[in-house]
């Protein structure tokens, strides 16, 4: 099982990058990706890891963290195996690196639970400058 995170890098505050999250392996095989709840989360320097953004299996609804509502964006493909996280209007406090995670059987109360995935990507650093 892995889960392959891409699309961090270095920008300037105002300026979007979209984070890719492709997953593989046989727990996602034969159409299981869609089963998953596919989450974002992130770690800036000496903080904790804290939820960014979740999307349910298909036609479970997405969910965020207040901070970054109405200028991120969750969606996945599952015929691709992949979930992305556009960002835009970026600002310094997004820096961190970010994370995706996969889970399967996860409560509507546990979506931004760290604790409630069961399979993670190895992370991806974005960077906002001001």
């Known amino acids: 099982v892995q889960l392959q995170a891409s699309g961090g890098g270095m920008v300037q505050a105002g300026d979007s990058l979209r984070l890719s999250c492709a997953a593989s392996g046989r727990a996602f095989s034969d159409y299981a990706f869609s089963t998953y709840t596919m989450g974002w989360f992130r770690q800036a320097p000496g903080k904790d890891r804290e939820f960014v953004a979740s999307t349910r299996r298909s036609g479970g609804g997405t969910y965020y963290t207040d901070s970054v509502k109405g200028r991120f964006t969750i969606s996945r493909d599952n015929s691709k195996n992949t979930v992305y996280l556009q960002m835009n209007s970026l600002k310094p406090e997004d820096t961190a690196v970010y994370f995706c995670?996969?889970?399967?059987?996860?409560?509507?109360?546990?979506?931004?639970?760290?604790?409630?995935?069961?399979?993670w990507g190895q992370g991806t650093q974005v960077t906002v400058s001001s």
């Open positions: 995670a996969a889970g399967r059987g996860i409560i509507l109360s546990q979506v931004r639970s760290d604790g409630a995935y069961n399979y």
